[in-house]
Nanobody, 114 residues
């Protein structure tokens, strides 16, 4: 089993930046992919970005060119750099890892004011 702890959310003005972190503990050697989803009030949870063990990354079209996913060399922390933030980026952001199942973090709130 793995456990995830997120940090880095907050309130920022439009055009600003935040960096989210997700620290992974437990049985992390079986992780195949990790990344971030987000869920705005009243909406479904949507994929933001994923990074695979190969290093390949994918992004939602709405965040391409503005958000960057990365991880540390040990693979114990995954980051999401959020630049050029827009009010529509306001949501709870959830870290996840995929082994043979998906494990979720507790979420961190990002609020972008106009």
């Amino acid at each position: 089993q793995v456990q995830l702890v997120e940090s880095g959310g907050g309130l920022v003005e439009a055009g600003g930046s935040l960096r989210l972190s997700c620290t992974i503990s437990g049985n992390s050697f079986s992780i195949k992919a990790m990344g971030w989803y987000r869920q705005a009030p009243g909406k479904q949870r949507d994929l933001v970005a994923t990074i695979y063990n190969s290093g390949h990354t994918i992004y939602a079209d709405s965040v391409k060119g503005r958000f960057t996913i990365s991880r540390d060399n040990a693979g114990n922390t995954v980051y999401l750099q959020l630049d050029s933030l827009k009010p529509e980026d306001t949501a709870d952001y959830y870290c996840y890892v995929y082994t043979d199942a998906v494990t979720w973090g507790q979420g961190t709130q990002v609020t972008v004011s106009s």
